[in-house]
């Protein structure tokens, strides 16, 4: 079972990683990418909580996969960046925005997966 996580968690810090150079290269000084990261995150992992998967495909998709993918600690991280660097609306749409679209999306998936 441990492997089942290991194997997805690589998967997602993998797309994580990517996604987060092609943001630095789309949004340079701004953390869009650590947004949508999270956002699309919490959209899958609410869809996959609501579809019955077994066991081994939970462990792999939504604890492996959904959380190598999306990063609490980046977002910490950049916020913080905003607020030293007195970036103090940027800050503010950035926190309250990646939290709003985080359980925006959270609920859109768990209505997809419900769907399901």
Do not use: E, H
Not at 86 to 105: D, K, L, P, Q
Request: proline share 3%; charged share 5%.
């Amino acid at each position: 079972m441990v492997i089942l996580v290991a194997l997805g968690a690589g998967v997602g810090a993998v797309m994580r990683y990517i996604l987060t150079q092609l943001g630095k290269n789309w949004w340079p000084g701004v953390p869009v990418a650590t947004l949508l990261i999270n956002a699309s995150g919490a959209l899958l992992a609410g869809c996959l909580a609501m579809i019955a998967l077994p066991q081994t495909g939970s462990l792999l998709l939504l604890t492996g996969v959904c959380g190598g993918y999306t990063t609490f600690s980046t977002f910490m991280t950049d916020a913080l960046i905003l607020l030293r660097n007195r970036r103090y609306r940027a800050f503010a749409w950035y926190y309250f925005g990646t939290a709003g679209a985080g359980i925006v999306s959270l609920i859109i998936g768990a209505w997809l997966g419900s769907l399901l």
